[in-house]
């Protein structure tokens, strides 16, 4: 019988916010599977809660980090060196967008509303995976979040529709310069699931019940479904995997009406 076993190997997970976050539920299906952790929260109010969370792994290690600061993300990752010497996998559970630019009418996002979206939701993959990948000495995994509204128009979801096109075509370029080196970056495209952040976009809740009823499944996904499929891409069962958009959405994305 085949199983997964992760023993020895190390992951940064970023984006853990609560149980809720499609962060956690990557970190559990790792950490069940023998991966040491380190996660990273934003913003000190989250500390104690993340903190809490992250008591359930042995020996995992809670880092503040804000991508929008250079200094930070050369911090986490000179911890990261400096406790477990090398790293095997990252993943970029992260996005931001202002409230005002999460509804209404795309055609009136500012110009600071979208640098602020694509800088955190994408600029960030470009520059955490240099940084992970002079830790990846024996090949890796890097691993993001994105949604469907990437390729489709989905009402509200405007400026991160532009910053999720950027992460896709991101998991493109990263995949081809970092293949010789054995790091494979794929991105998994999440059906909606009620998070935080998922929240704060104008009438999610309809676009659930709306996903729930047209997917081919006839049901919205499991945080656990997006777990297990980054665990599978972590491991050598996805070694021949990379440059790739998965879609975990019950199967949404193939419909057209
Ligand atoms: P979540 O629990 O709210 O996680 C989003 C995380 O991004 C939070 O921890 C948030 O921290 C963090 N973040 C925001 N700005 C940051 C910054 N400057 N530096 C570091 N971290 C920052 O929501 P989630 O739904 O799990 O989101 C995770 C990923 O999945 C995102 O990329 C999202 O677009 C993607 N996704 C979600 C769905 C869905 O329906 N939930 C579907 C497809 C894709 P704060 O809470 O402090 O802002």
Known sequence: MRTINLRGKTALILGVANKRSLAWAIAE???EAGCRLAMTYQGVRLQKNVSELASKHKNALVMALDVTSEEQVDGVFATVKSRFGRLDYLIHSIAFARRAELEGEFRKTTREGWRIALDISAYSLVALSNRAARLMTEGGSIISLTFQASQRVFPNY???GAAKAALEYNTRQLAYELGPKNIRVNTISAGPVPTL???????????AAHHRKKSPLQRNIEPREVGDTALFLCSDLGSGITGATIYVDAGYNI???
């Open 29 to 31: 299906a790792l950490g």
């Open 158 to 160: 405007n400026v991160m």
């Open 197 to 207: 952040s998922a929240r704060g976009i104008s009438g999610f809740s309809g676009m």
């Open 255 to 257: 419909i057209g009406l």
